[in-house]
Nanobody, 115 residues
Framework: QAQLAESGGGLVQPGGSLRLSCGLS????????MGWYRQAPGKQRELVAT???????SYADSVKGRFTISRDNGKNTVYLQMNNLKPDDTGLYFC?????????WGKGTQVTVSA
């Protein structure tokens, strides 16, 4: 059974950094796309960053220049390096993997940015 698992969330002060990690298990292929979404309290889930094979990376405008998404070559693992964190970055961060109509989601890892 396919399963996505995230880790690396936590409480950090404004201006601090965190690195999120995510791995997909239970599949026999390398997925085409992996990415990160987040949902703040009372708000809709939004795209943070994605990586697609052959199409590069994309970021939400609010995180450009501060966040970096990366993948291990040939593996179903993805990372999100988050620098200069702001209180507005607070939320539940979800990992996503997409391949040929298959859509996998993790349970989320909480990121809280507060002094």
């Amino acid at each position: 059974q396919a399963q996505l698992a995230e880790s690396g969330g936590g409480l950090v002060q404004p201006g601090g950094s965190l690195r999120l990690s995510c791995g997909l298990s239970g599949v026999s292929f390398v997925v085409n796309a992996m990415g990160w979404y987040r949902q703040a309290p009372g708000k809709q889930r939004e795209l943070v960053a994605t990586m697609r094979r052959g199409a590069g990376t994309s970021y939400a405008d609010s995180v450009k220049g501060r966040f970096t998404i990366s993948r291990d070559n040939g593996k179903n693992t993805v990372y999100l390096q988050m620098n200069n964190l702001k209180p507005d970055d607070t939320g539940l961060y979800f990992c996503n993997a997409f391949h040929g109509g298959l859509d996998f989601w993790g349970k989320g890892t909480q990121v809280t940015v507060s002094a």
